[in-house]
């Protein structure tokens, strides 16, 4: 057996080498940890408000999967009490046919037809029931009726299939979307969780003052319009009589100031946009619904300078955002996840128009 070679040590060049090697990494890997700045209040700001808007997006999106929900379990309640229906016409009518193929055998045997009939699946029998002549008129006559029975009945079944197959679909997109919504509510409390109360306070100034800015923009732009000649181009109903339907939005609306937004709920100790919206309507006895997107539908377009308390604002290109107007260039909306229910001026975000139901 040979040897073994002891390995070479490096020599003093590689040494060096190999510590300075070591030593840069180790100083990228400290300047790694240490390169990401600490977030400051506008950042964050930006980035909690981008959030919530994508969250109100996400909510609006659950709202209309919770009301397909709500309307599919209702479909399936009814088909599911008609095949109930349906079977229990089918039972009577094989008893009926159990009677005749009775009084057949103590005459002269089961008839091959009605013994088919019996069976599990009589359809069978029923397919060629046309060119059998065993069976008196009264026996065919019953024997179509239970065809045409089973018939509506088959339907029923496979509409009732269907109906759940796509009430478990809508049901896991609701609980993706949920799912959704809780993540960016929980990102935007972790950004927020990273500053100090001053930072915080500091971003609750920024938005009180864009708010105010975006009044008094929107007010300069109202005194324009009022001294421009031409009006916008749409004829518009005639305004809601005084003390009527509008007084009652408008007061309701204005009933629930103060109280908490909550995402996809609709009173009566919290709302989201929507939720506000058709819940003041209610109490005019008027019903719209669910959707913001939906509300844009449910009503006549009004002009902007046409606005009367108690008509729709809608915001956002996607709609998204709804509010009831008040007069005087303000509304009041449900705004998003830890704000509550409050007076704002219409100009404060992206103004798509005003709808009358």
Not at 4 to 28: E, H, I
Not at 52 to 78: D, H, M, P, T, V
Not at 114 to 136: F, G, H, T
Not at 252 to 269: D, R
Request: glycine share 8%.
């Amino acid at each position: 057996m040979g040897k073994r070679r002891k390995p070479t040590p490096p020599n003093r060049a590689r040494l060096a080498v190999l510590t300075t090697a070591m030593a840069g990494s180790a100083v990228l890997a400290s300047g790694t940890a240490h390169a990401e700045p600490a977030p400051t209040a506008a950042s964050v700001k930006d980035q909690v408000d981008r959030l919530n808007e994508e969250a109100e997006q996400s909510i609006e999106r659950y709202n209309g999967f919770q009301a397909k929900q709500q309307k599919l379990q209702g479909e399936a309640g009814r088909i599911q009490e008609k095949v109930a229906r349906g079977q229990e016409a089918m039972n009577e009518l094989r008893t009926r046919l159990g009677a005749v193929a009775a009084d057949q055998y103590r005459s002269n045997g089961i008839d091959p037809g009605i013994q088919l009939m019996l069976d599990s699946d009589p359809s069978a029998y029923l397919q060629r029931a046309s060119v059998q002549n065993q069976v008196a008129d009264s026996q065919t006559n019953l024997l179509k009726q239970a065809q045409d029975e089973q018939r509506k009945l088959d339907q029923d079944r496979t509409e009732a299939a269907a109906t759940l197959a796509e009430l478990d679909t809508v049901g896991a997109s609701l609980g993706a979307q949920k799912n959704q919504i809780q993540a960016k509510l929980a990102q935007t409390q972790a950004l927020l969780n990273k500053l100090s109360a001053a930072e915080r306070a500091k971003i609750n100034a920024q938005e009180s003052a864009d708010k105010a800015k975006a009044a008094a923009q929107q007010a300069a732009a109202a005194d324009r319009a009022s001294r421009a000649a031409e009006r916008p181009d749409l004829k518009a109903p005639a305004p809601p009589a005084a003390g009527g339907r509008a007084a009652s939005i408008v007061q309701f609306a204005s009933a629930q100031l103060g109280k908490p937004y909550g995402w996809s709920m609709t009173g009566p100790n919290s709302f989201d946009c929507s939720g506000l919206t058709g819940a003041a309507y209610r109490a005019a006895d008027i019903k719209l619904p669910r959707l913001s997107q939906d509300q844009w539908n449910a009503g006549t377009r009004i002009a902007r300078a046409d606005l009367q308390p108690g008509d729709l604002v809608f915001f956002y290109p996607d709609l998204h955002h709804v509010g009831i107007y008040i007069g005087d260039g303000k509304m009041i909306h449900a705004p998003r996840t830890g704000k509550n229910i409050e007076v704002l001026p219409i100009g404060v975000m992206p103004y798509m128009g005003g709808v009358r139901p």
